[in-house]
């Protein structure tokens, strides 16, 4: 391999005052590099991945030059530089722009064994500014007589902490704004109709946002009935809206009409609850899916198996005993985020290890649970199970997505 540049040269760095930030990455996950505009950032031995096992580095990406400077020592460097792995804590980016870039040194790795795969280090160059947090109008229903949570649309570009303000109230009823972002509207009593506030977003420098506001709609519902165990309860519409969809009408006990939002859901249950959101009719005609579990398989839920199997929906999975769906085991949160995509058909996220945190998540479900992350559908835990609270707020989330996708496309429901 050919260098243009000897990695056995030193080059002392430039003399002068010249502030250098170091960010220190910790762990198999480096820590957010940042630099502001006027100053240097020196690079450290846990910037380059598998650093230890490194000898040198081949690089075949710089910044831009309207960007900043790679630079060892006060030697600008090059694609197709070579550095040996000692240098590599002599390393500075020297920024060029004025601020709000990302400057992205790509490097092939060299070790004992030879050349690795393509590395990328990003650092974000900031203007070293405090710009105003964004705020973005909303929508919430409820139903009359009952409180509905909802969660303010707010960006600060610096992250930094906010103060919730209510620059104009509702009339039709109270919202309570909380620290987190989070607010409660209850309506009035007996109150139906249309229903606002508007708020702003002060940011820890004092920046203020925007003024947004929050369109509410108050629905009646179908009958007078609610649920006892979910008075007072966030997610007490989001069960109300099953029932309304006639999707989900709760339990009888001693009487009372109780939800029980705790209680898990099995897989047949949430798959014929989506069937017929999306208006995906059971197939009576054929009654065979010709899983190896089917005689386990309820009577009446077979028909929704047989047509989910045919759009796409489920795949079923293979054990032991062959190509089962198994119905009426309890559905994890991730097996419910495949599902839905396997409905949605949300557009796929590029780079699903860069966007996936939580190591909880199946890799057969990768995909569908940044899908669903990236449009804001609520999934919750992945390695939990899916109770009745969480299914009524991620197929509540299902039907708004699809709604607004209806009148995006109004001769198509997908």
Known sequence: MTSNFSPLRRVAPAAGAVLCVCVLATGAAAAQRETLYDAVYCFEAADFADSQQLTGIFLTEVPAPSVGKLCYGNRVLQAGDVLPASALTSLTLRPVCTGDQEAAVCYLPITEEGLGETQTVSISISSGENHA?????????????????????????????????????????????????????????????????????????????????????????????????????????????????????????????????????????????????????????????????????????????????????????????????????????????????????????TEVSGQ????????????????????GLPVGAYDETMTRRDAANLLYATACLLEDRMNEEPDSLF
């Open 133 to 349: 947090p964004t705020a973005q109008d909303g929508t919430l229903e409820t139903y009359k007589n009952i409180a509905n949570d909802g969660t303010l649309d707010v960006t600060d570009p610096e992250g930094d902490s906010l103060r919730y303000e209510l620059t104009g109230a509702p009339k039709r009823g109270e919202v309570e704004l909380r620290a987190d972002g989070t607010y409660t509207y209850t309506p009035a009593n007996n109150k139906v109709g249309s229903d606002r506030f508007s708020y702003t977003v002060t940011d820890a420098a004092g920046n203020v946002s925007n003024e947004a506001t929050v369109e509410i709609e108050i629905l009646k519902p179908m009958d007078k009935i609610t649920y006892s165990d979910m008075e007072g309860d966030g997610d007490h519409f989001t069960a109300l809206w099953l029932r309304e969809r006639q999707l989900f009408s709760g339990e009888s006990v001693g009487g009372t009409l109780c939800f029980n939002p705790d209680k898990a859901v099995t897989r047949g249950e949430f798959l014929v609850m989506l069937s017929q959101l999306t208006e995906l009719k059971p197939d009576d005609a054929q009654m065979t899916s010709g899983f190896d579990d089917e005689s386990l398989t309820p009577a009446w839920m077979r028909p929704y198996i047989v047509s989910a199997l045919r759009a796409g929906y489920i795949s079923g999975t293979t054990q032991d005993d062959g190509v089962v769906f198994r119905p009426t085991a309890e559905l994890t949160t991730a097996e419910a985020a495949v599902m839905v995509q396997n409905v949605l058909q949300l557009p796929a996220v």
């Open 356 to 375: 996936l945190a939580d190591e909880s998540v199946p890799a057969w479900a990768a995909e569908a649970v940044c899908a669903l992350d990236e449009a």
